[in-house]
């Protein structure tokens, strides 16, 4: 069967899921194909930061947002098994923002969100279970994409076509650019264990001999994140159940005790961290935002809040042009003028690289001090900790949790003219 639309996109996660919302909410017609029957998925990003949580507020779902918030970090605690190092409160990091928290909200409650909120707008449609299988060319241009559902082959034509598929995305080969990945050193395994009613409330992370522990509370259990030496993963199973407990008790004491949950490797997930980048982002009539642009690393909790970001400048930079195009009846065999697309990488490209630069920075510095000799103190001298808490633990927690270069959502002309109907008269 063949459809058409004005913007295809290809995946259903945060970055697909958004644009699609902000371009419908424009009167753009957009299409989002998404491989899986619902958006569940366990141990994804789910740290929504202010920079994000003020864009819900200005598409006015900041209240319903409320409603699925399981959790609220204000600080961050980052100390090594010897002791406590930094302290950051995001109050004090950047007073002058409306937000000051890190809100925990399943993945899949955000996306259920942002999809009822898009379906109200009629020019938004979204095909579960659809899987892209490749894009469709003409005269060197992508011109939409082929996908299957129910079995069958599928064709969607499209003005413009979106790579939101993440980080395995298949159809960034149709960009034609290189992947740049980025020497990434460590792998994470993800767990649970309960959370008792004394204990703290922020984020805590703790360097040790062996690994790092970082514990993100979820109210009544603690998500722990272990970073571990890449590929050792193996070796920390072969080892078994009772060293891994003993490891993660050692370098953080204070979850001594409630180890012992652990009593299966099922519950044990595998994160194969990665940091990537496309040279380039787009190519004639396809442009790659979120994780299929620039895979993102754990560190500072950044993925979703960057595919949000990219979801909201390709909207802003994009949104009046598709519209245009929209009206043209020939619009199917015609290319986008490819600089307009390559306006979004230059407005995100800068931000993003700065942040996974300092990813990789964090990450080599964490490994070092990680394999050092085992009698080795980690705990620097009082002038480095001084240092540390003056310097990186404010500017750090402000380009993680505000982001470089926020964005926010242009006002569309209606929004104008309701805002002057609001002005007072001078
Ligand atoms: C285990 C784990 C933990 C994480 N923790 C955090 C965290 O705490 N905080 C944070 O901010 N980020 C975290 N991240 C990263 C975060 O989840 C991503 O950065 C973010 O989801 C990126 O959004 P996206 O929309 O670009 O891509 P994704 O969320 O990956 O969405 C891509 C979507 O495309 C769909 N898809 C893929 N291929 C096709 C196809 N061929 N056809 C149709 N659909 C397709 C997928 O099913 C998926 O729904 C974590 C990631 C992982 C894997």
Same mark, same amino acid.
């Given at each position: 069967?063949?459809?058409?639309?004005?913007?295809?996109?290809?995946?259903?996660?945060?970055?697909?899921?958004?644009?699609?919302?902000?371009?419908?909410?424009?009167?753009?017609?957009?299409?989002?194909?998404?491989?899986?029957?619902?958006?569940?998925?366990?141990?994804? /990003?789910?740290?929504?930061?202010?920079?994000?949580?003020?864009?819900?507020?200005?598409?006015?779902?900041?209240?319903?947002?409320?409603?699925?918030?399981?959790?609220?970090?204000?600080?961050?605690?980052?100390?090594?098994?010897?002791?406590?190092?930094?302290?950051?409160?995001?109050?004090?990091?950047?007073?002058?923002?409306?937000?000051?928290?890190?809100?925990?909200?399943?993945?899949?409650?955000?996306?259920?969100?942002?999809?009822?909120?898009?379906?109200?707008?009629?020019?938004?449609?979204?095909?579960?279970?659809?899987?892209?299988?490749?894009?469709?060319?003409?005269?060197?241009?992508?011109? /939409?994409?082929?996908?299957?559902?129910?079995?069958?082959?599928?064709?969607?034509?499209?003005?413009?076509?979106?790579?939101?598929?993440?980080?395995?995305?298949?159809?960034?080969?149709?960009?034609?650019?290189?992947?740049?990945?980025?020497?990434?050193?460590?792998?994470?395994?993800?767990?649970?264990?309960?959370?008792?009613?004394?204990?703290?409330?922020?984020?805590?992370?703790?360097?040790?001999?062996?690994?790092?522990?970082?514990?993100?509370?979820?109210?009544?259990?603690?998500?722990?994140?272990?970073?571990?030496?890449? /590929?050792?993963?193996?070796?920390?199973?072969?080892?078994?159940?009772?060293?891994?407990?003993?490891?993660?008790?050692?370098?953080?004491?204070?979850?001594?005790?409630?180890?012992?949950?652990?009593?299966?490797?099922?519950?044990?997930?595998?994160?194969?961290?990665?940091?990537?980048?496309?040279?380039?982002?787009?190519?004639?009539?396809?442009?790659?935002?979120?994780?299929?642009?620039?895979?993102?690393?754990?560190?500072?909790?950044?993925?979703?809040?960057?595919?949000?970001?990219?979801?909201?400048?390709?909207?802003?930079?994009?949104?009046?042009?598709?519209?245009?195009?929209?009206?043209?009846?020939?619009?199917?065999?015609?290319?986008?003028?490819?600089?307009?697309?390559?306006?979004?990488?230059?407005?995100?490209?800068?931000?993003?690289?700065?942040?996974?630069?300092?990813?990789?920075?964090?990450?080599?510095?964490?490994?070092?001090?990680?394999?050092?000799?085992?009698?080795?103190?980690?705990?620097?001298?009082?002038?480095?900790?001084?240092?540390?808490?003056?310097?990186?633990?404010?500017?750090?927690?402000?380009?993680?949790?505000?982001?470089?270069?926020?964005?926010?959502?242009?006002?569309?002309?209606?929004?104008?003219?309701?805002?002057?109907?609001?002005?007072?008269?001078?």
């Amino acid at each position: 069967m063949i459809g058409t639309t004005t913007v295809a996109i290809s995946g259903g996660g945060p970055a697909g899921v958004l644009l699609g919302l902000l371009l419908a909410r424009q009167g753009v017609e957009v299409t989002v194909l998404e491989k899986h029957a619902d958006f569940l998925r366990d141990f994804r /990003g789910d740290t929504v930061h202010p920079s994000t949580q003020l864009i819900l507020q200005e598409l006015g779902l900041l209240e319903e947002f409320q409603g699925i918030v399981r959790g609220r970090i204000g600080g961050v605690d980052f100390g090594t098994s010897d002791g406590p190092l930094v302290r950051a409160d995001l109050a004090r990091v950047h007073p002058r923002h409306p937000f000051h928290e890190i809100a925990l909200a399943p993945q899949w409650d955000l996306l259920d969100l942002l999809v009822r909120h898009a379906n109200q707008y009629p020019t938004f449609g979204i095909v579960m279970e659809a899987e892209t299988t490749d894009a469709l060319f003409a005269a060197g241009s992508v011109r /939409g994409v082929r996908y299957r559902k129910d079995g069958r082959d599928h064709e969607l034509r499209a003005v413009l076509t979106i790579d939101a598929e993440g980080r395995g995305s298949g159809l960034r080969e149709s960009i034609g650019t290189e992947l740049l990945r980025f020497g990434v050193p460590i792998d994470v395994l993800w767990f649970r264990v309960p959370r008792l009613p004394d204990d703290a409330s922020d984020l805590r992370g703790v360097l040790g001999h062996g690994g790092v522990v970082v514990a993100i509370n979820r109210e009544d259990y603690w998500q722990i994140a272990l970073l571990v030496r890449k /590929g050792s993963a193996d070796e920390v199973r072969a080892a078994g159940l009772p060293t891994f407990r003993q490891r993660v008790g050692s370098i953080a004491p204070w979850l001594q005790g409630r180890l012992d949950a652990i009593d299966d490797w099922d519950q044990v997930k595998l994160l194969s961290v990665a940091i990537e980048r496309l040279r380039r982002w787009s190519a004639p009539g396809i442009l790659a935002i979120g994780d299929a642009a620039h895979t993102m690393s754990p560190v500072g909790g950044v993925g979703i809040n960057l595919a949000v970001a990219d979801a909201v400048a390709t909207s802003n930079l994009l949104g009046p042009s598709l519209l245009r195009a929209q009206r043209d009846p020939g619009r199917f065999a015609k290319t986008l003028n490819p600089a307009l697309l390559e306006r979004v990488q230059r407005r995100r490209g800068a931000a993003t690289a700065i942040t996974q630069r300092i990813q990789v920075a964090a990450q080599n510095r964490i490994i070092e001090m990680v394999d050092s000799p085992e009698d080795r103190r980690l705990t620097p001298p009082a002038p480095v900790r001084m240092l540390l808490q003056s310097v990186a633990a404010q500017a750090v927690p402000r380009v993680f949790a505000y982001g470089l270069r926020p964005e926010r959502v242009a006002l569309r002309p209606q929004d104008e003219v309701a805002a002057r109907a609001k002005a007072p008269v001078s």
